[in-house]
């Protein structure tokens, strides 16, 4: 069944007789239409799939050769001000008595003007929040292969430049170097902004980089992905420049240890918070329990940040072919922080690491 | 008065007991809390400003440290499950009744979850969209003083890349190496997407740098940007590489006419709408009319777009203090484009340019 087929079938499931998809990485895992919103408030366009019927994608003149090559699926309806102006007439055509939208992407102030739209046409405005994200939640193989991609040209931006990384460099001049080179490299963008966090500014673990200078001993937080052809990467190094200073080596000895009993927990089956306490055992029972404030892990695909999690908070079983990070971390005030970051595929009886391990743990 | 003391003022005259910011200009144009937001369903914090008493940043752990030497004038309290969380003890607390909230800038999810949790404690959660845009509309002289040094700085960059511009490199390569300039140099960020455009690409007021090598006699349109110290700069130039074409020199000249009749009509007291229409009529004079599809120009500031506008739907008038930029176009599809764009400061009796525009009009 295609991805359109299936969402059709959701809809018929809830008596919906077409949705709005606002969500970008929604609007491109349907359509394969590629661009992004500027902002929220600044749509590339917006997809109206009907329950029967062609599904139709809505923009701008800007975009409509963009939209026409990348989604051929779909028919490409051009607006001059705004996709609301063209709605009532589709709702007519289309004989619409409920009509859904993205709640998590629709801002309050579209949501009134929507609402006043259907009361004119007796419509009923249904909120969703999970039609296409749950569908995104396992990937195909295709997907597989797209993330394997990202995640390796990440490996190698990374290794690239952790061989010029020498003391005294500035923290800022090597986020850009590996930003730079993520480009060069043919990614779209970095997946999120490059974390490059030395010594006391580690302690942070979303810190900014700054103009510190990297130096001997200390640990040095490198937090990068990149997106390749749509999906994300996302790794966590610590390094240490010469030889590691006592405390950086028990501390990374601990979250290392932490990392691998997480990995080693994952399965399809068990839940997002039985493999985060597993984790985070080991970081308390090393006496550091209050320094790990966040959760074990995240799923990553078109978003760098989406479901499954691995928290407390995630009591949902893991499912084959979904993709998750593991990323425990030690952050201490005053002293500095360890973040160590692989991604995994999860697999019915385990799961298969997208990274390879070979830096930094002969400590 | 100080901005927050503003803003409690047009609390009190909305009868508003306490505003939510959560959109990341606002929320920084009133704490100075730098934070961005990873996206709208994942912010960085959120102010709670009650009409009486000490103002409150509302954040999690990841921030805690930046927020609170950041934002000196707020009391910084942290949420571990959403911010919604923490707001139920804080209405209490602070005995709210009418609660302010931004419509363009809050989700429909979020909304729902906020009149649920109004309703249980008797509160009226009250929809608005303008009350901290319209404070930043006039620049303090400060604002004015990180504005300047942000084009300043831009246009060095434009410079220092410009000198380095042959035949047969790629505009992509100009636009990574116009990027990475402007981060080495202590910009934050591009304020947008670098627009390097040559040749018949240059047709498309938005368009996205790709493979194709520049040439010698043909329009290049360069329209970039960035951020420092929180403030925006945005500039357009258009250059040619040798002896331009006959066609270049005319349509340059044609735009550059424009845009110094705009940059005259600028003057506190005036119109957007006045002020466009002025600019516009040298290119419709010159039978260019239908080639100009975009507003003159827009407010620059904390945001890259923000108001007042000059275009024919803005019939606000312009005051002193404002920052505008001028930007006339004419777009010829086959052929290429010319744009043209510097920012100004709006003066009681017209107004100050903030550019240098001494390349490329010795046509």
Redesign the interface.
């Known amino acids: 069944m295609t991805l359109i087929a299936k969402l059709k079938s959701r809809l018929a499931t809830r008596n919906l007789d077409a949705i709005l998809i606002s969500q970008p990485d929604n609007r491109r895992f349907l359509s394969g239409y590629t661009a992004s919103d ?5 749509s590339a366009g917006v997809l109206f799939i009907p329950r029967r019927g062609k599904p139709l994608l809505l923009t701008d003149s ?1 975009f409509e050769l963009d939209a026409k090559t990348e989604a051929p699926g779909f028919s490409v309806q051009l607006y001059a001000k705004g996709m609301l102006a063209l709605l009532p007439d589709l709702l007519i055509e289309y004989q619409i008595k409920r009509l859904a ?1 993205e ?10 003007q929507l609402v006043k739209l259907c009361k004119k046409n007796s419509i009923e405005p249904i ?1 969703t ?1 999970d039609l296409v994200e749950t569908l995104r939640l396992c990937k195909s193989e295709s997907e597989l292969g797209k993330l394997q991609a990202s995640v390796t040209l990440n490996e190698q931006v990374f290794q690239e430049v952790h061989r010029t990384m020498v003391p005294g460099m500035k923290e ?2 090597i986020a ?1 170097q590996i930003e ?1 080179l993520m ?2 490299r043919g990614a779209e963008r970095p997946s ?1 902004a490059t974390i490059v966090a030395s010594g006391e500014n580690s ?4 810190a ?1 980089p700054g103009l510190r200078k990297i130096q001997e001993g200390e640990p040095i937080v490198i937090d990068m992905g990149l997106v390749l052809d749509g999906y994300c990467s996302d790794m966590t190094r610590t390094v240490v420049l010469g030889k590691p200073s006592v405390k950086s080596r028990e501390i990374i000895r601990i979250v290392r240890k932490a990392q691998l009993a997480g990995i080693n927990a994952v399965q399809a089956g068990k839940t997002g918070k039985q493999v985060d306490r597993i984790a985070r055992k080991i970081i308390k029972d090393a006496g550091y329990g209050n320094c790990f ?2 959760g074990l892990g995240h799923g990553v695909g078109l978003a760098v ?1 989406e479901p499954p999690g691995l928290s407390p ?1 995630y009591t949902k079983k893991l499912k084959a072919n979904m993709v998750v990070t593991v990323e425990p971390g030690i952050y201490i ?1 005053g002293w500095g922080g360890v973040r160590l970051e692989n991604m995994v595929v999860v697999t019915p009886d385990g799961c298969r690491n997208m990274n390879r391990d070979e830096t930094c743990f002969n400590l």
């Open positions: 500027h902002n929220i408030g600044e800007r939208f709640s998590h992407y629709t801002l309050h102030s579209t949501f009134e909120a929040t800022i001049d850009l730079t480009r060069q999120f302690a942070s673990p979303h900014v404030g966040h940040h908070r005030e």
